[in-house]
Structures are given as structure tokens and as C-alpha cells.
């Protein structure tokens, strides 16, 4: 796994996952300045898959920008429909925001979530609580 630099705070960063690129990394950082994802599997999981999930979203960004305001393809029939890469990046755009709200971030200036809170939040997640 990459290196990551140590966070602001000076504390290290988990190694980035294998294949992010700079927006994954990028949200991978402020993850994890948030909060401590180590004591917990299925938020580190969701934390990385969010990450992954942010630079497919921007590489759809940059194919919807290169397309400019005419963001319409011909379909089946010769008619005219929203090019595949806009919808995805709308969805896409969806699922990270439910992802990043199911991680349950400390709002700012809140400290960092204990390992003790973020099992808890796991165990509400997986339990329904």
C-alpha cells in the first residue's frame, strides 16, 4: 500500500489503499483526521470503498465536462438521451453522500471518535439500532 503523510495533527495516516488517485486520497486523509477507522473492519472498508467511489466520480466529471453543456446522445432509436456518464455521475454522486453520512463523522470541532464510539456505531448499524 502507498504511504500516506501523517496527518496535520502530526499523527500517521493509514496507507492508502492500493489505486487511489489524488481525490481518493484526498478524502482517504480527511477521513481519517475525522476519525480513528482502525477498531472498526466495516467502517475502514466503507471509508476506503467511499474513497474509490470519489475518483470514479471524478473521472465521470472530467467525460461530462469535455462534453460541455450538451450532455445528450443520440439513443436506440436516433432519439435524443442524457449521455450514460452523466447519470452514473449523478448516482454515483448519491451513493457517496450516503456513504459518507452511514460513516457518522463527529460534526467539526468535535474530537475525534473513540475506538469505543465507532464500535458502538457499528454495532447499531449491524444490529439496527
Request: proline content about 9%; some cysteine.
Amino acid at each position: 500500500m502507498p504511504k500516506a503523510p501523517p496527518l496535520p495533527d502530526g499523527t500517521p495516516c493509514p496507507d492508502y489503499p492500493t489505486g487511489l488517485k489524488a481525490r481518493g486520497k484526498r478524502l482517504w486523509r480527511e477521513l481519517h483526521a475525522t476519525a480513528d477507522f482502525d477498531g472498526v473492519p466495516e467502517t475502514r472498508i466503507l471509508a476506503e470503498e467511499a474513497c474509490f467511489l470519489s475518483d470514479e466520480i471524478e473521472r465521470l466529471r472530467k467525460i461530462v465536462r469535455v462534453a460541455g453543456d450538451d450532455t445528450r446522445v443520440s439513443g436506440y432509436n436516433g432519439q435524443p438521451v442524457s449521455m450514460p456518464e452523466a447519470d452514473d455521475l449523478r448516482k454515483n454522486q448519491n451513493i457517496l453522500l450516503s456513504m459518507l453520512k452511514s460513516l457518522r463523522l463527529p460534526d467539526e470541532g468535535d474530537d475525534k471518535l473513540s475506538r469505543s464510539q465507532i464500535g458502538r456505531l457499528g454495532a447499531g448499524a449491524r444490529w439496527g439500532r
